[in-house]
């Protein structure tokens, strides 16, 4: 006797616990396989884009804070960096180096939390991701010394940072870049030989190279999938090309490649900040500009590589004291963009961490 | 051997059953914060106050209300009185541009985190209060606070205060 059977439709989310954000997935299922998928977004959406448009260019960098909020450096030095290009100023040096040392920072302390929930979704219930949040609380306090916040920090400006260091941030630091290579081996010897995270990672979720080069993916999904693609090399900013580091890259682009692959980049950025700590010039921080910046009109366009991918600013000036038009190249959202394909022929438990493997961030997918 | 990658995650787990926690008991016990941390309670200074509202300027939302009076100090120079100086807590988000367009260091970011209230309204800081208030400035924008204690309100009346 054959049962009969027809595909349902189920939303996933859009607060689904392992969602990553308010994402709801509408999915067509034929008993437990996936059919097809509707990624519905917009329930995050703020209009960070337009309200750009009636903030000075100094209060867009609190904008930038709130769209990727566990990488809020990054985002606020991809906008610094694009307002920089539009009234073609430069940063000095030694912010360069500030600037640099935080968004390497941000990487690990955003890779952290992406691996940590991606091994949460896995099922490791609360133990890696509270060994990550360990780390990532040293990150923060960092951050909290050089900045004052935990996670909205604002610290950059265009034309160089807030604030000098303070003088107890270069010890710990030091000492935070230190220990940290015991914890990452210790996240390796917890989990990387598992047999239950081994089943469930290899061969799942398998973006060909191809497919990631033609949705154009990038970060560490991109690299994941054997492209080494990064912008820190392809188009050094900052300091980027005054300081060694290698390119991570993954053999077939599944899912634990892509876990393998930010295992990997932590430790390179652990290797550029040490880099930066030695080469760092004392001097200005800051460039000496008025409190209300009037670019000249034109336009810019200045991308980074962000700890989920290319994460671009372009700035339209009409010659005012506000853009007249902010679009912001959100990698996250352009890396959901091959979820079907990635999706259609797995089973639902697959589909968690699948969607957890990409490491994606709803404030910044909506904007 | 199969099961040895699990053995090997669980030798992790293992030994931090002999380590001290990294967790703080939060009423009881708090973290510390650093100098510079963004915090409840602005400071301000009403002697140095000029009336200018280069903070209610740079103000990303709006949230700091002024309202000078030339009449309530008279024969003090290039310096209004205030009537209203009211910040709204509630929507404020600490960002701190306020403290860095002031130029007189008239106003300062707080030290505290510990503000609930139960109602709205009782989140807007008035002008009372922001005299009344116990100063505790935070280093945020004023680099020369760095390792400056504030234990003792009276040191903090001085005009050098702060500064």
Not at chain 1, 341 to 352: C, F, Q, R, S, Y
Not at chain 2, 128 to 156: I, M, N, W, Y
């Amino acid at each position: 006797m054959t049962l009969k059977t027809e595909p349902i439709i189920v939303n996933i989310g859009p607060q689904h616990p392992s969602t990553h954000g308010v994402f709801r997935l509408r999915i067509l299922f034929d008993g437990e396989v996936i059919h097809d998928v509707e990624p519905v977004f917009g329930y995050l959406h703020r209009g960070s884009e337009k309200l750009a448009e009636e903030r000075t260019y100094t209060q867009i960098v609190t904008l930038t804070d709130r769209l990727d909020y566990l990488a809020a450096m990054s985002n606020n030095l991809s906008y610094c960096l694009s307002v920089e290009k539009l009234m073609g100023i430069e940063a000095p040096e030694r912010a360069k180096y500030i600037r640099t040392i935080m968004a390497e920072l941000m990487r690990i302390s955003s890779h952290l939390m992406g691996l940590g929930f991606f091994l949460q979704d896995l099922g490791a219930f609360a133990t890696p991701l509270m060994y990550m949040f360990r780390e990532r609380e040293k990150i923060m306090d960092l951050f909290e010394m050089a900045s004052g916040a935990r996670i909205t920090y604002t610290y950059m400006r265009p034309g160089g940072v807030n604030d000098d260091l303070p003088p107890e941030f270069m010890p710990a630091l030091r000492k935070f870049a230190d220990e940290m290579p015991g914890y990452i081996d210790e996240y390796e010897r917890l989990l990387r030989e598992n047999e239950i995270l081994i089943t469930r990672t290899k061969g799942v979720g398998v973006l060909p190279r191809d497919l990631a080069i033609n949705g154009s993916l990038s970060g560490p999904a991109l690299r994941a999938s054997g492209v080494p693609w990064d912008l820190r090399k392809a188009d050094p900013y900052e300091v980027y090309s005054r300081v060694q580091f290698d390119l991570p890259v993954g053999q077939i682009g599944d899912n634990y490649d892509r876990f393998l692959v930010r295992l990997e980049e932590m430790r390179q950025s652990l290797r550029i900040v040490r880099q930066c700590m030695q080469q760092m010039p004392a001097g200005p921080f800051r460039a000496d500009l008025p409190m209300l910046l009037r670019p000249p009109k034109g336009d810019a366009y200045a991308h980074v590589e962000g700890p989920k991918g290319e994460l671009g600013f372009y700035l339209v000036s009409d010659g005012s004291i506000s853009p007249y038009r902010c679009a912001i190249r959100a990698p996250s959202f352009i890396n959901l963009s091959l979820l079907k394909e990635m999706l259609v022929g797995w089973k639902i438990a697959d589909m968690i961490t699948i969607v957890g493997s990409l490491d994606f961030n709803m404030g910044e997918v909506d904007r | 051997m199969y099961g040895e990658g699990i053995l090997k995650g669980l030798g992790v787990t293992l030994s931090y059953l002999f380590k001290k926690p990294v967790t703080v008991q939060y009423p009881e016990e708090k973290a510390p914060h650093y100098p510079r941390f963004r915090g409840y309670e602005f400071v301000w200074y009403e002697d140095r106050c000029t009336g200018c509202a280069s903070c209610a300027k740079y103000c990303p939302l709006g949230t700091i209300k002024i309202v000078t009076n030339p009449e309530l100090q008279p024969n003090v120079g290039n310096k209004y009185g205030l009537e209203i100086f009211d910040i709204d807590t509630g929507r404020c988000m600490f960002c701190g541009l306020c403290v860095e367009a002031c130029p007189y260091d008239a106003l300062f970011m707080g030290s505290g985190f510990e503000r609930a209230t139960y109602t709205r309204r009782s989140m807007m800081v008035h002008i009372d209060e922001l005299r009344l208030a116990d100063k505790q400035p935070s280093a945020f924008a004023r680099p020369h606070l760095h390792g400056v204690e504030f234990g003792e309100r009276t040191s903090l009346t001085s005009p050098e205060a702060g500064r």
